[in-house]
């Protein structure tokens, strides 16, 4: 399992809460008394939930001790649950499902998004969000530098990473076009919509940075210490290219993320 590192992540916390704002911002909801933070890191997307909803009973779930100990000493008295998403069933109906940057973690949408949507109570809601740039360069960068170095045989198959889906394929699992599941008639009404920011970075060492508290992880995980410094310089060096200069000496980073509010 991929380890996480609280303080690398929210190194860049304003550009990774500000999706999970803007989901929030498409929550029809007015007072949902359930709610659940799926893959919920250090609390971040669950504060959000918690400043919306103040009286609703919230919970965060997450499979990071590390992340759950920082969520934890900000809000001792928060419920905070380490499990499994892919296994995680909720013992009564949620009045809403959340998860921000997390579900691309995890394999077989088409199975798991239906069987979060029917842990719903009536009228209530699945919200989510996903990085969708996984052709990205600063994506591509990490699987070649990976597949080409010294370090092939250490990082094979490595990559845990399951790129979201098309936003079409959400539509289908989630609507009765998808004819197959469970969920054809659980679901009223679908929003999916998706959005690139341009990340403003002070310099291509910082874009590293920010792919040092996702998705490089796993693979610096399975490096030696001299192995990732390697690892990340040559990485570095290489985005330099993808990612040129602006006049100014910062650098544009832009980074696709798809949005999904399914109501039941
Ligand atoms: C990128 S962080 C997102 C944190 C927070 N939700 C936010 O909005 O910034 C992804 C989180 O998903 C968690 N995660 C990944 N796979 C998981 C799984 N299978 N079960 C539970 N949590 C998982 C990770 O431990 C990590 O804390």
Redesign the pocket.
Known sequence: M?T?DPTQ?LKFSDY??R??MELLARIPLDSPKRAV??????G???ELLAQRWPDAFIRG????KD?LDVARRAHPDWIWEE????S?ISDEPQDLIF????LH??PLHEILLPRLAQQLSKGGVLAIQMPRNFQAPAHRLVRQIAEDGPWQGILAGVAEWHPPLEPAEYYDILSSAGGAIDTIDTIDTIDIWETEYVQIMDSTAAIAEWIKG?TLRPFLDKLSDAQQHQFLARYTEVLQFAYPLQPDGRVLFPFKRIFIVAQR
């Open positions: 991929t996480w992540y990774r809460t999706p999970a933070d799926l893959g919920c890191g250090p971040n997307s669950t779930v997450d499979n990071s992340m499990s499994d998403i892919a995680w998860s921000n940057a997390a973690w995890l996702s």
